[in-house]
């Protein structure tokens, strides 16, 4: 039967302290302290709010903007609510981790992502674990997205990345799907940010203001795009199929870095045309195993033996004389593209006077180049070897103008820390021109210049780099950032702008996103990049409201008490915290009915901060009497997680499988297998995790005799649902452990006359 709490508290900071203290976790969940390290507000706030996201189901996302401490928040968290703790983090950045937990006293063991691809798994249990650049793990076919999915099975998880959409909606459900399985599909978007923690209350004053993004643009007669565009398509290996558009793209896409990205590109096509041309002279198709036997560098190709690495003959369907006809267009265009680029004036020159005048702005200040491509880092560097200053660093390695340099070297030069300063005048990097390897994770505020040489398909990678310089604890007052403008004849094509700002718009729709991406002379975006507030972020502005509501009272709460007062307010309505099954639930109404949205709960926390007024009875009554309503129809509904259910089709296969088998069991034998019966069903409505889910999956099609196949899924229910799962009595009601109860109400409105 549902309830509201039969003493009653009537007071109106009383009420306000109950709401606050059972959703924020009281005063004293997270310690101020952690070791070494001393956690600032906006920190402790943001882990407190973890543990409670936690505690109620079972995981959540930490999707704070880069720079402000997030490692620090997670391990906070760790130190909160684990024993065994189990980090799951990329592997350039398992020393920083590691440096970490040792600064907080935290005991862990690490896992890099690198790791799980290859199948590794760690050795024991874990209650809890840390995903580090979670947006990394946003493909659910990936190897190590199975692996990671098997261990959140029935641990409590959290999830860690301040770019958790990078393309789409879906990048995010994927993400939570970990903990909160396939029902995330059905989810709306304010739903999914309940579980994303991403405030704004930041420590700005301790943080660098932005400057720009600045638009620089080059003046770039390069127009090759009709004769890219115009190349006929290659052959495809024998296992694999060619898009011919996305080909042409992704040659822009190089052209937009630079002229060296785009030559090594065409290299590269030219000589797997050569080889493959070799192989079907032999009479052999190879698979594009196979032809990663021969290898170019540079102009030089290096063949292997056909008869030998390609084990597969022509496709007799194609011919040979087809496909050596298709090799010859590619490989003479392509030949013809890359002479024309040979005679025409290199616009790569233009790049590298750009970033002179950019070092020319800021004299002695440490700048970082970002791009996509290793060639345009090459490239730049070459034109810039008698400047001095300047370092290139990618995948193989770091130069300067003396030659090699180990990556720790160079690093420490932009990292504020103890070897920061300490390098003579001479060895003094002002300028490191870099691909996107480092644009996650690290901790470079010694720089306060950034520059994008290029756009990136994926946004966030803009963020990203962006949060190597801006961060806390960096000791410049201002980083400023600039943009090259790609040339104007591919943007009109690929309208990379416009895709980019299209991707902005989802992630500040669903999350939100720190200060200003793109450069406003690039064009206008609808409703991103204007420091407008995400969902996630009014989940959390919801947060911040409450919090000083904590110190409203310091009486103690009598348990079973519901805590009622009012306010005077020139809104009519009510702000309510309820419990269903074991969830606390904040709801309001201002007028139009009960809702949950964000928006509508900051109006009426708003609402609440009037003068204290005596309680109208019969208001309250109303006001209870919706709630009871609200609270009965979400019970019934709860008795068939319809989400969940609808979710996968594993879930209606199991239910109908149950249906047809206690269909034909005589009737005597009925009685005994209801019990199971029931476990099934309550396994095709309740939430399960996504490595739940996969186990589900393959236990559902298993071939196994009626009886044996009941046991079997009772069993997994045992070990695998989280959470009381729905027992729908035999009458069909909802049982009394489902009754909701209201805990604390606050009504406001005008004072009576």
């Known amino acids: 039967m549902l309830t509201a709490r039969e003493t009653r508290t009537t007071n109106l900071a009383a009420a306000k302290h109950a709401i606050a203290s059972a959703l924020l976790g009281g005063r004293t969940s997270v310690s101020q302290s952690l070791g070494k390290v001393v956690l600032r507000p906006h920190q402790r706030a943001a882990a407190a709010r973890i543990v409670s996201l936690i505690g109620t189901h079972g995981g959540a996302m930490l999707a704070e903007p880069v720079g402000v401490g997030k490692t620090f928040t997670a391990l906070a968290v760790v130190a909160t609510v684990s024993e065994k703790p189990l980090l799951v983090v990329p592997a350039a950045l398992r020393q920083m981790w590691a440096e970490s937990l040792a600064h907080c006293g935290v005991s862990a063991t690490l896992v890099s992502h690198e790791e799980l691809s290859r199948g590794k798994r760690p050795t024991g249990s874990f209650d809890f674990i840390v995903v580090d650049e979670s947006h990394r793990l946003r493909s659910p076919a990936a190897h190590r997205y199975g692996v990671l999915a098997e261990l959140c099975r029935v641990s409590k998880v959290l999830l860690v990345t301040a770019t958790p959409v990078q393309n789409a909606r879906s990048d995010l459900a994927v993400q939570l799907a970990l903990f909160l399985g396939r029902g995330v599909w059905q989810m709306s978007d304010e739903e999914l940010a309940s579980y994303v923690v991403r405030g704004r209350a930041y420590d700005d004053d301790d943080r660098p203001t932005l400057a720009g993004p600045h638009l620089v643009p080059l003046d770039i007669d390069d127009d090759c795009v009709d004769a890219l565009i115009a190349l006929p398509p290659p052959v495809p290996a024998r296992n694999e199929a060619v898009a011919a558009a996305l080909l042409s793209y992704g040659l822009l896409h190089q052209w937009t870095s630079s002229r060296a990205a785009l030559e090594r590109a065409l290299q590269r096509s030219r000589a797997r045309s050569i080889a493959l041309s070799e192989a079907i002279d032999a009479g052999r198709q190879p698979t594009r195993a196979e032809l990663s036997a021969w290898s170019c560098a540079d102009d030089a190709l290096q063949l292997a033996f056909p008869e030998i690495v390609a084990d597969h003959a022509i496709d007799a369907d194609i011919g040979a004389a087809t496909l050596r006809g298709s090799l010859e267009r590619h490989r003479v265009a392509v030949e013809s593209v890359l002479a024309t680029l040979r005679s025409a004036p290199n616009p790569d020159d233009a790049r590298a006077a750009a970033l002179r005048r950019i070092r020319a702005e800021h004299p002695g200040e440490r700048i970082i180049a970002f791009c996509q491509y290793a060639e345009t880092v090459n490239m730049l560097r070459t034109r810039l070897a008698r400047d001095n200053g300047v370092a290139a660093l990618t995948a193989h390695g770091g130069r300067v103008a003396g030659g090699r340099i180990t990556r720790d070297d160079i690093l420490a030069q932009f990292t504020v820390g103890p070897r920061a300063g300490r390098e003579n005048a001479s060895e003094r990097i002002e300028l490191l021109i870099t691909t996107d390897l480092l644009s996650e994770g690290l901790n470079l505020q010694g720089a306060s210049v950034i520059v994008h040489l290029d756009l990136p ?253 009941l046991r079997s899924v009772a069993t997994f229910s045992a070990l695998n649902v989280r959470g009381a799962a729905p027992e729908p009595n035999h009458s069909g009601a909802a049982s009394s452990s489902r009754a909701g109860e209201i805990v604390a109400l606050v009504l406001f409105g005008p004072p009576a006359l």
């Open 457 to 709: 398909w994926n946004p966030a990678r803009l963020d990203q780099r962006v949060g190597r310089a801006l961060r806390l604890g960096s000791t410049h007052p201002v980083v400023t950032v600039y943009m090259l403008s790609p040339p104007a004849a591919a943007e009109r094509l690929m309208h990379i702008e416009r895709r980019l700002r299209e991707k902005l718009c989802v992630a500040q729709r669903t999350v939100g996103i720190a200060g200003r991406i793109m450069p406003s002379p690039l064009g206008v975006a609808p409703n991103a990049d204007r420091g407008q507030q995400g969902l996630a972020e009014r989940q959390s502005a919801v947060s911040d409201a409450l919090r000083p509501w904590l110190d409203s009272y310091r009486a103690p709460l009598r348990t079973h008490s519901l805590c009622v007062g009012a306010a005077v307010s020139d809104h009519d309505g009510f702000l309510a915290l309820v419990k269903e099954r074991d969830e606390l639930l904040l709801v309001a109404d201002l007028g139009s009915g009960i809702d949950t949205q964000s928006s509508t709960l900051l109006a009426a926390v708003a609402a609440c901060s009037g003068p204290e007024v005596s309680i109208d009875e019969s208001r309250m009554q109303r006001a209870v009497g919706q709630l009871k309503t609200w609270l009965s129809a979400r019970a019934g509904e709860s008795l068939v997680d319809f989400r969940a259910a609808g979710a996968a089709r594993t879930r209606r296969d199991a239910l109908q499988r149950v249906a047809q088998m206690m269909a034909r069991v005589p009737r005597h034998e009925r009685v005994a297998l209801l019990p199971l019966a029931d476990a099934v069903r309550a396994v095709a409505t309740a939430r399960l995790s996504e490595g739940a889910e996969r186990i589900l999956d393959d236990l559902v099609r298993a071939q196994l005799p009626d009886e044996a196949w």
